[in-house]
């Protein structure tokens, strides 16, 4: 890693996939300048926002290579600064999980504070694993507001959509403002350390359609440096709101 190499503070979330448990894995940096991830791979904006959101077309089955497990999310709050006392994160995405040559997708929300009440780790939020598979786009769009943070997720199967709207989550009623707006393609951790993903053919997902409350102003690539499992992820240059992502082994 280089010197500007965030010190990060680590938490882990329950969510159930597939009836067997898993552990979605965060990190969240102290620092505004670039930023890297044992984990993590993608673009932040390091700005206050309120919402933020974009498009994650799901590459198909005949891409994904391996067995394994990868989580693609739209978030906020996972880049503030680690004496900011109590900040919130919230996240949406999908969770990709392939073995024996199959892959399964799922929806997920989740969140959670640093301080009070929930210490880094709240229990999982909301999944659903109907209605959603590989090859699908997802339009995600998270934010905050009187009654919670919410999420929208709309998946698009070959032109037929199909919305989903999770209650909104009362851990965090009244919270409008996060540090900092995410796009990330992640290796989640499971119940004996951090997942091996499935690696996946150029140029893998796309995040497409990037915004936030900022408009947004995107300026800090996130890099995956020294992965326990010795992978990697190789992210593109953003280029008109969109950027892709595609997993590899070292």
Do not use: K
């Not at 709050?77 to 999980?97: R, Y």
């Amino acid at each position: 890693m280089t010197s500007r190499v965030a010190v990060a503070l680590v938490v882990a979330v329950v969510v159930v996939a597939a009836g067997v448990g898993a552990i979605v894995y965060f990190e969240y940096f102290a620092s505004s300048g670039p930023a890297d991830s044992e984990n993590w791979a993608g673009y932040l904006d390091p700005h206050g926002v309120g919402s933020a959101s974009a498009t994650i077309s799901l590459p198909a089955n005949g891409d994904w290579h391996g067995d394994g497990v990868a989580s693609l999310w739209v978030g906020m709050g996972g880049a503030g600064p680690l004496a900011a006392g109590s900040w919130p994160f919230w996240q949406a995405g999908a969770l990709v999980t392939c073995s024996l040559g199959y892959c399964s997708a799922e929806l997920f929300d989740e969140g959670g504070t640093q301080g009070a009440p929930c210490n880094g780790v709240c229990p999982v939020n909301w999944t659903q694993d109907f209605g959603v598979q590989v090859g699908d786009s997802i339009t995600v769009t998270v934010s905050g507001g009187a009654s919670g943070a919410t999420a929208v997720l709309v998946v698009d199967n070959d032109g037929f959509n199909s919305t989903y709207r999770p209650p909104p989550w009362t851990v965090l009623a009244g919270t409008y403002s996060f540090p900092s707006a995410e796009w990330i393609f992640e290796a989640p951790s499971g119940a004996h350390g951090m997942e091996v993903m499935p690696t996946l053919s150029p140029p893998g997902v796309v995040f497409s359609s990037l915004a936030d409350s900022n408009g947004p102003s995107v300026s800090t690539p996130i890099s995956m440096q020294d992965n326990p499992n010795g992978q990697s992820v190789n992210v593109s240059a953003l280029s008109g709101g969109s950027f892709s992502a595609y997993s590899w082994d070292t």
